[in-house]
């Protein structure tokens, strides 16, 4: 039996031999080479073989169609799982998918990011979604024991790009009421879905998804207790929890309130003429046939539309959210309050989209700096005259707050009045007498 530690190519192997068998294993430094070594002759001393088996080595493709198959498609969202696939497909298979992964080395994925931050045709999310799956597919492989660590760790500093500044584009209040009043006009059915998506900052999956059974009314206007519970939403064809992964409350507005109550006493009639009990379970905005609403069609048959009827630049309906958010932090809602009703997974999110969009009445602090500096220096400088030295010159006056602080900007004064007021009557004197010598030389 014999194992040995050996440098080759720049890099540090493991020679086995036992029995017969032989075997290599890369290991990065030489450390760490002597530490394997050490297990690996233990493991021989106690009779344990099994890994000197030949076993067959996953290419990358091989190795990221199982992963996708028992942990992506178990533990994620459809729309996640159709990320990685789309990321897979279009930028790793092709460069990394004939690799085995114990091939794949962390120069190589240098390289590749390297290469695509140079393209300049790829935005800094579609790097950071490389990585990020390049990281989780090994990590998955290291707890398989396929390989020893993930070449792709901590390399999100190469694909660093300029980042633009993340700023929400929203609607003036005057330009939500006129894109209001444009859907009353050109598409009344609709109305109640873009009024929900401006006064409750729904995005287009939840709208679709929410059903009569979410809403809270409260038994009055002024019933604190009236609000929509967000829990569903539906993204590529499937019904899914809101992007947050938690439902979230959101306060029903009066007006919100009023009219999809009107709509919905005229479900609940629609339904009792039809034999059916209640519209709990009914979708709140559903398509002409009552199934649930192509976001995309309603965006570009009645949406779009109203905004140009209503004489607006050419916004997103995501903008509506925006609006929505904006609005509430120029009438001074507090940020707690504003994350909890957008659904932001931190107050981070929240601070980084719309810090751009806080009330300019804040500035009146800084004008509150400006009035009590002014009004400081006023108590100091208007002091009575307390009848002053000969030639008028200024005097000490008072002293502020403290023992032997003395109330005057004049230094010259200042310095004067740490003396014995003995000594000080004849400074005159000295002073002329000074003169009278500099004159001599």
Not at 259 to 265: A, C, F, I, P, Q
Request: charged share 30%; with cysteine.
């Amino acid at each position: 039996m014999s194992v040995k530690v050996r440098k080759r190519n720049g890099a540090w192997w493991i020679f086995i031999s036992y029995r017969g068998r032989r075997k290599a294993k890369k290991v990065g430094t030489r450390e760490a080479a002597e530490k394997v070594k050490r297990q690996i002759e233990a493991r021989l001393a106690l009779g344990d073989f099994g890994f000197l088996e030949e076993r067959k080595e996953p290419t990358f493709a091989e190795y990221a169609e199982r992963w996708l198959r028992q942990h992506a498609e178990i533990q994620c969202k459809p729309s996640t799982v159709g990320s990685y696939r789309y990321i897979l497909r279009v930028h790793l298979l092709p460069h990394f998918g004939r690799l085995k992964l114990v091939q794949i080395t962390r120069e190589q994925i240098k390289e590749f990011v390297s290469d695509r931050v140079a393209e300049q045709k790829y935005s800094r999310n579609t790097l950071r979604l490389m990585l990020s799956t390049m990281r989780t597919i090994f990590s998955h492989a290291v707890e398989d024991k396929l390989v020893d660590r993930t070449p792709a760790a901590g390399l999100g500093r190469f694909a660093k790009i300029e980042k633009p500044a993340r700023q929400a584009t929203a609607l003036t209040r005057e330009e939500s009421e006129r894109l209001l009043e444009a859907a009353r006009e050109f598409c009344a059915n609709y109305y109640p879905l873009f009024l929900a998506a401006l006064r409750a900052g729904l995005r287009r999956g939840e709208l679709v998804a929410l059903k009569w059974g979410d809403i809270q009314f409260g038994e009055s206007e002024d019933d604190p207790t009236r609000y929509i519970l967000v829990r569903r939403n539906y993204v590529r064809g499937q019904f899914t929890s809101p992007k947050s992964k938690r439902p979230r409350r959101v306060d029903l507005s009066r007006q919100l309130r009023r009219e999809l109550l009107s709509r919905r006493d005229s479900r609940l009639l629609a339904a009792f003429q039809a034999g059916r009990t209640g519209v709990l379970d009914e979708l709140v905005f559903p398509s002409k046939s009552g199934t649930v609403l192509d976001a995309d069609n309603m965006v570009h048959r009645y949406f779009l539309p109203c905004v140009e009827k209503a004489g607006l630049r050419r916004i997103r309906f995501h903008d509506l959210r925006h609006t929505f958010g904006s609005l509430l932090i120029q009438d001074g809602a507090p940020l707690a309050y504003v994350k909890e009703q957008m659904g932001h997974s931190s107050i981070q999110v929240t601070v980084d989209i719309y810090s751009h969009l806080m009330p300019g009445a804040n500035i009146d602090w800084m004008d509150r700096q400006d009035s009590e500096t002014s009004l400081q220096l006023s108590a100091t400088q208007a002091q009575p005259d307390t009848g002053g030295s000969e030639g008028g010159s200024p005097q000490p006056i008072g002293k502020n707050g403290t023992p032997g602080v003395i109330r005057t900007p004049d230094l010259l004064i200042r310095s004067q009045t740490l003396y014995p007021a003995e000594l000080r009557a004849h400074f005159p004197s000295i002073i002329s007498a000074l003169g009278e010598l500099a004159k001599r030389r």
